[in-house]
């Protein structure tokens, strides 16, 4: 099952407040970016983000899953605590790496 414009629409609302907020969608589920890094996967009407040791302590209570076959485990992030949110996407965006450019292909 794939997500719904609404929950991608509703996570980027959430996270505007933190910088440019981007969605990319892949095969029915969506990659979320803030300020040009990948800060979640939202699969299932579910946001999955990385298992940093940074964002630990906030997400004791958390459920995991995999966000599709093959994955990693992830921590579910319960968007109803928008502070939380806010808090743990802070923490994980410091830590995250932009995305590697592009190899240009050669002619």
């Known amino acids: 099952m794939s997500c719904s414009s609404d929950f991608i629409e509703y996570i980027c609302e959430t996270l505007r407040p933190l910088g440019e907020v981007t969605s990319r969608k892949m095969m029915g589920d969506y990659i ?3 300020n040009g890094k990948c800060v979640l996967t939202a699969c299932d009407n579910n946001a999955f983000v990385k298992k940093l040791p940074c964002i630990a302590e906030f997400m004791v209570d958390a459920e995991t899953g995999c966000p ?3 994955a990693k485990e992830s921590y579910i992030l319960d968007f109803q605590d928008r502070r939380k949110v806010i808090k743990v996407i802070e923490l994980l965006w410091k ?8 190899k240009k292909q050669m002619e």
Request: aromatic share 22%; hydrophobic share 20%; proline share 21%.
């Open 95 to 102: 830590e995250l790496p932009y995305p590697k450019p592009k």
């Open 68 to 70: 599709y076959h093959g």
């Open 32 to 34: 979320i970016y803030l």
